[in-house]
């Protein structure tokens, strides 16, 4: 048997993956170089190292259009109308702002984790860092831009207002004022306006709508009672006016915070197998909330996507 050492270099490398892509595996599947040709092949690195490197020519929007897509959506948090429904041209522009928006969240997940997948390949197989180092370098260079086309779509201060409001305690409830006695007797009242509480704060933390998209909470109060009902009236103005002073003790609460001092936090992802798996499409950031995304895609100064957590 005779033994060959052979530098790997990044041109050795690059002509070695080169032409395993043309003339595929030669070697047993549960030997050591099966196993690193496994890794290569398939949706494995050689596929990822060219996918999310670069805008999709069928998959393509403009900087401005995202922009423009934002401050629509922006405008329709912070001052939602119920008239606006009727507008079938302003509904229609929304619903594809709406669409550009989970695109671009879509495409940035997806980029995030074809570039984590990358690194735990090569992580496995450190000599091929220098020849993937240039490809990878694109690959984060792309992700970088899809992140901040992400931010475009997220209020930084809402976020602030939704970790306030979720950091909240259950109000004291005026459950004998006149406002709700259409609701029933007073232990229904309490029920009805721990129900409502409960929506709002649910709605407020996760920080997706706005608080004119909030106040529609109100009608889930008097829902099932007759509009023409006596009392039901006075029951959704209070129901409007708690919630505007919970959004208010919210935002005072946000306030606060703006005397804090900024720090460097450091975030990890939850653990994932740390063996590279061959086709495998898990979404890396699997797992995450709308909120904590937002924080992602807004704040992220640095990351390090080859770690494992």
């Given at each position: 048997m005779t033994t060959t050492d052979i530098p790997l270099s990044a041109d050795v490398v690059d002509r070695f993956c080169s032409g395993w892509a043309d003339w595929g595996p030669r070697a047993r599947p549960t030997s050591g170089l099966g196993i690193f040709i496994g890794a290569l092949g398939g949706v494995g690195l050689l596929h990822q190292l060219q996918a999310y490197a670069e805008p999709d020519e069928d998959v393509y929007w403009t900087q401005d259009e995202v922009r423009a897509a934002a401050e629509l959506l922006r405008s329709k948090r912070d001052a939602a109308d119920e008239d606006d429904e009727d507008d079938d041209g302003r509904w229609e522009a929304r619903r594809e702002a709406d669409e550009l928006q989970e695109q671009v969240l879509s495409l940035w997940r997806h980029a995030a984790g074809s570039l984590h997948g990358a690194q735990a390949v090569i992580a496995h197989f450190p000599w091929l860092t220098d020849w993937a180092r240039p490809k990878l370098l694109a690959k984060e260079g792309y992700l970088e831009t899809l992140r901040a086309q992400a931010a475009l779509f997220v209020d930084p201060s809402g976020l602030v207002v939704a970790a306030a409001a979720a950091e909240l305690g259950t109000p004291s409830l005026p459950a004998d004022d006149p406002a709700f006695e259409v609701l029933g007797n007073r232990s229904q009242i309490s029920t009805a306006l721990s129900a409502l509480?409960?929506?709002?704060?649910?709605?407020?933390?996760?920080?997706?709508?706005?608080?004119?998209?909030?106040?529609?909470?109100?009608?889930?109060?008097?829902?099932?009672?007759?509009?023409?009902?006596?009392?039901?009236?006075?029951?959704?103005?209070?129901?409007?006016?708690?919630?505007?002073?919970?959004?208010?003790?919210?935002?005072?609460?946000?306030?606060?915070?703006?005397?804090?001092?900024?720090?460097?936090?450091?975030?990890?992802?939850?653990?994932?197998?740390?063996?590279?798996?061959?086709g495998d499409t898990r979404d890396v950031l699997d797992g995450l909330d709308r909120w904590t995304l937002g924080v992602v895609v807004t704040w992220t100064v640095t990351a390090d996507w080859s770690r494992p957590s």
């Open positions: 509480w409960r929506r709002w704060q649910s709605a407020a933390e996760g920080g997706r709508e706005g608080p004119a998209s909030r106040a529609f909470g109100r009608y889930d109060l008097v829902r099932g009672i007759r509009s023409n009902k006596k009392g039901r009236m006075e029951a959704l103005e209070g129901a409007g006016r708690l919630i505007q002073s919970w959004e208010d003790e919210a935002r005072a609460a946000a306030a606060a915070t703006d005397a804090t001092p900024t720090v460097w936090v450091t975030a990890r992802l939850p653990e994932g197998a740390e063996a590279p798996s061959r």
